[in-house]
Structures are given as C-alpha cells and as structure tokens.
C-alpha cells in the first residue's frame, strides 16, 4: 500500500509539473494563429476582381512559413514568412511580394501583392 500511495504522488506531482510549464510558453512560438477567420476578403489580378464581405482564410503554419487559404475562389497566398512583433502579434517580412499581413490570436489583416496579383482580407474569429 505504502508503494501504491508513492506511485500515486509521484503521479500526481509530474502531472502538476508537466501542465504548469506549458503556461510559461510564449503565444507567439506556438500555432495559435492558425486557424480560420471570417469577414471581408479580395483579390484581384489582370483577369478578375473578387471580392466578399462574408469570407473566410484558413491560416497554416508550414515550418517557418505560413499559407492562407481563401474561401470563393480566391487563389491561396502560400509561403509568407512572418517575424514576432510582439508577444501576441506577426508581421510579414521578406522580398516574396510587397504590403502587410498581420496576425494575432483575434485578427487577420491582409494587404499584399505578389506577381501583379493583389490579396485582402480584414478578419476576426
């Protein structure tokens, strides 16, 4: 019984140990802006002009980049890098086209061109 009641705490004390660490983890190391986000969307190149005000991008995070997936035919915007703004916020970086995404856990904003083809999104959760 003495052995049990050992086990058992043990048990108990890595269970306790293992979940308080993960509160230690920064928001920003981790997937929460993957996800789906709804609202007003576009895009636009030489053959067409899309554009929803009941829209969705589906964000995903594939390695160090990120794609969204637009709802309505919207061609996807695949392989963004982003860098941290802050503990809560990514912003786009690098020379794959030119505007602004940003990203949070609440919100998505799109203001981007690549290749003559321009995309925009203005979401929330």
């Keep these: ?5 050992s086990f058992m705490g043990a048990l108990l004390l890595s269970t306790l140990l293992f979940t308080s660490c993960s509160k230690d983890k920064d928001p920003a190391d981790t997937d929460i802006f993957a996800g789906t986000f709804k609202g ?8 067409q002009n899309i554009s929803k005000d009941n829209g969705s991008v589906f964000v995903t995070k594939v390695g160090t980049r990120y794609d969204f997936r ?11 890098e982003f860098e941290k703004k802050d503990d809560n916020t990514m912003v786009s970086i690098g020379s794959s086209g030119t505007g602004l995404i940003t990203i949070n856990k609440d919100r998505l904003v799109i203001g981007f061109t690549r290749d003559n083809k321009a995309w925009s999104a203005d979401c929330t959760r």
């Design 40 to 47: 007003k969307i576009g895009y636009t190149d030489s053959d």
């Design 70 to 80: 637009f709802s309505d035919g919207i061609p996807d915007l695949t392989g963004v």
């Design 1 to 5: 019984m003495k052995m049990f009641m």
